[in-house]
């Protein structure tokens, strides 16, 4: 059974470094992983997704890369702003039946 | 208009109530997921259906049921609803016709049981 774990559970940071979030998974036989954004008490936006076949992929101040071999993927974010504020969710699908498994995110606070 | 609907966005009900949450969705995908959140526990799936004859339990489908009406709407109905029930609810879905199969999700339903 895959498992996803996300690392820091929470995290706080000034406004302006650049910071990386953790997600590894138990096995590498994926098709996708997918990051998420999660304000409080709303939907999931999808910030990115890797295809198995791709190594990283990038939207603005955020990068996102993956190695299978290690079962690892990380969520890059530069210059962070305090609208970044959010949880981020990693969802890894893999397995015949294409269901994603989701970690339990990472709870993100940008100070000013 | 938003991809992924859900109704209602929010719901207060009391122990022992039959209660339904809607979703429709305009992407036009085959498959349709019902989550639930709870702080703490993450992201947990109750039911999916790959389409509207093909429906399969989740991790956690005991006091749930669904219904596939039409490739387009997906409802989650609790039969007798419990105050352990109360969460935040998902719907997504995702294009099972090939790569990504990225999941697209709908804004919630805030469900509170007295």
């Known amino acids: 059974k895959q498992e996803v774990t996300q690392i820091p559970a929470a995290l706080s940071v000034p406004e302006g470094e650049n910071l990386v979030l953790n997600c590894s998974f138990t096995?590498?036989?994926?098709?996708?992983l997918q990051w998420f954004r999660q304000d409080p008490g709303k939907g999931l936006t999808s910030l990115l997704l890797?295809?198995?076949?791709?190594r990283e992929q990038t939207s603005g101040r955020l990068n996102a890369s993956l190695d299978k071999s290690s079962g690892r993927s990380t969520l890059y974010i530069a210059a962070s702003q305090p609208g970044d504020s959010a949880t981020y969710l990693c969802?890894?699908?893999?397995?015949?039946?294409?269901?994603?498994?989701f970690g339990r995110g990472t709870s993100l606070i940008v100070h000013p | 208009d938003a991809d992924v609907t859900q109704t209602p966005r929010n719901r207060i009900t009391k122990t022992g109530k039959r209660i339904m949450l809607e979703c429709s969705q305009t992407?036009?995908?085959?498959?349709m997921y019902w989550y639930r959140q709870d702080p703490g526990l993450g992201l947990r799936l109750i039911y999916y259906?790959?389409?509207?004859?093909?429906?399969n339990k989740g991790e956690i489908s005991d006091g749930y049921s669904v219904s596939r009406q039409a490739q387009a709407k997906f409802s989650l109905s609790l039969e007798s609803a419990i105050p352990n029930q109360t969460a935040l609810y998902f719907c997504?879905?995702?294009?099972?016709?090939?790569?990504?199969?990225?999941?697209?999700f709908g804004p919630g339903t805030r469900l509170t049981v007295t």
């Open positions: 890797i295809q198995s076949s791709q």
């Open positions: 969802a890894v699908t893999a397995g015949g039946s294409y269901i994603p498994t």
């Open positions: 096995d590498s036989a994926i098709y996708n």
């Open positions: 997504a879905t995702s294009d099972w016709q090939g790569p990504p199969y990225e999941q697209y």
């Open positions: 992407k036009g995908h085959d498959r």
């Open positions: 259906s790959f389409d509207v004859k093909d429906i």
